[in-house]
């Protein structure tokens, strides 16, 4: 479990309390982490998982042993919120809630993943509206 | 009974095809549908972060729209735009407190009372006008076309909001069959186009084009067939990318079940917009011999 993760965001500069990670997850989205049996069935049916620098189920360990590098994983802005975790998982676990969740600790302190401005005009014009206000919804804070 | 329709913002602008054809089988098969007034964006995706309700303003907005029109239901075309509103529609039922803060915050707007079913445009075809209505439509069948029915996420995940079983779904296959078209199966059917990386990503949703079409083509599949305006865009256009990154491959036409249906039951195929999409749609159509009588 010591993989390289990238380092885009300063973690300490969050300041979040130390074992706190686990309960903040639980805050914004109600799911109880530790119903989690590690079965990884949630990594086998996820089509973002080739991409991912850290699995699904791997995420949920990270947060449970409190290890903040877990905000600096490509993961979390992969999961596109496809729900085929949530409705896979024999747990009832609705993971991708907890991506969410994740996602949120982050842009909540003003930090976004997207920036806006690197967005061209032939792009503006040529991909379909609801990609970009989904895109926001989920990257921009 | 005249119907209601919420549009959304991709229907009036990139998916314009998708709401044309939608209204001209509609005119067919006898029945009204009228675009709602003052709608405004749905917001695409639902909040997903339980303290987060203000995202849930723009979709409820629109419902207390509906209520305040006289109408007990809307339909939808979009896929995110049927998911967005009937999951605040479900949270606003699930939870009346919920709805207390939200009806408070809104000065301008009456309060929702929670009367108004969302419906997506294929559950109106399958339990209101119904597949043998549509069967007995056909003046032109699509003989010996072999399509494979993507449904993508929004229509069936979460399973409280889907319109079919989530796992294996059927509904597409039975229009098709209604068509007189043959049906590939296809495990990618239910996995995720790329969503909106399309913009940062580019070549990761091609990759996930390329792998949802390769199956489709291996298993002797002509053309794909689906409901959203997103995964349009990703598997056609996206997919035709992907032609210039994987040898010897080739991108399937991609059509909206609205437009087959329309061709199949014999309205001028201009109604369709096929000139919108990356991959000819035509093509395959006049091979088989789908535009004649």
Redesign the interface.
């Known amino acids: 479990m010591n993989k390289k993760l990238e380092s885009r965001i300063d973690i300490d500069a969050l300041k979040l309390k130390k074992g706190e990670l686990v309960q903040e997850v639980e805050d914004l989205c109600g799911e109880n982490l530790f119903g989690c049996y590690q079965c990884g069935t949630c990594s086998a049916g996820c089509p973002f998982i080739e991409d991912m620098d850290l699995s699904p189920d791997e995420v949920i360990r990270y947060i449970i042993l409190d290890r903040k590098e877990v905000l600096n994983s490509k993961t979390i802005w992969l999961c596109a919120a496809c729900f085929t975790c949530a409705e896979r998982c024999p747990r009832d676990i609705n993971i991708t809630k907890i991506m969410e969740a994740l996602r949120q600790i982050i842009l909540r302190k003003n930090i976004d993943r997207t920036n806006l401005i690197n967005i061209t005009k032939e792009e503006k014009v040529s991909i379909p509206q609801l990609a970009f206000v989904s895109l926001f919804r989920k990257n921009v804070g | 009974m005249k119907l209601l329709y919420y549009p959304?913002?991709?229907l009036k602008?990139?998916?314009k095809n998708l709401e044309k054809s939608a209204f001209a089988i509609m005119e067919a098969l006898g029945h009204e549908m009228i675009e709602m007034e003052d709608w405004n964006?749905c917001?695409?995706?639902s909040s997903?972060?339980?303290?987060?309700l203000m995202?849930h303003l723009a979709p409820l907005r629109n419902l207390i729209h509906v209520e305040d029109a006289g109408y007990d239901k809307i339909i939808t075309l979009?896929d995110?735009c049927y998911n967005t509103l009937k999951q605040t529609n479900l949270r606003v039922k699930e939870k009346p407190e919920d709805l207390e803060t939200l009806n408070s915050f809104m000065d301008r707007e009456n309060d929702y009372k929670g009367t108004v079913k969302v419906l997506h445009f294929l559950e109106f075809l399958r339990d209101e006008v119904g597949f043998d209505v549509l069967k007995k439509s056909i003046k032109r069948p699509l003989k010996g076309m072999k399509i494979m029915p993507y449904y993508g996420?929004m229509l069936l995940?979460?399973?409280e909001v889907s319109i079919d079983d989530?796992?294996e779904p059927t509904i597409l296959s039975k229009i098709l069959t209604s068509l007189g078209a043959d049906v590939v199966d296809n495990p990618f059917k239910?996995?995720?186009c790329?969503?909106?990386?399309?913009?940062?990503e580019k070549n990761?949703v091609s990759n996930?084009a390329y792998r949802i079409t390769k199956f489709a083509v291996d298993r002797g599949s002509d053309a794909i067939v689906l409901s959203c305006?997103?995964c349009r865009?990703n598997l056609d256009?996206r997919g035709k990318e992907a032609e210039k990154i994987y040898n010897n491959y080739k991108q399937l036409p991609v059509y909206y079940y609205v437009q087959l249906i329309a061709v199949a039951i014999g309205l001028d195929p201009k109604c369709c917009g096929f000139e919108e999409h990356a991959v000819d749609p035509v093509l395959l159509l006049k091979k088989k011999g789908a535009f004649e009588k």
């Not at chain 2, 997903?48 to 987060?52: C, K, S």
């Not at chain 2, 790329?194 to 940062?200: D, F, L, M």
């Open positions: 959304g913002c991709t602008t990139s998916a964006c917001g695409v995706v997903l972060t339980d303290d987060d995202h979009c995110m996420c995940r979460p399973r989530a796992e239910i996995e995720c790329g969503s909106y990386h399309t913009i940062e990761l996930r305006p997103l865009f256009v």
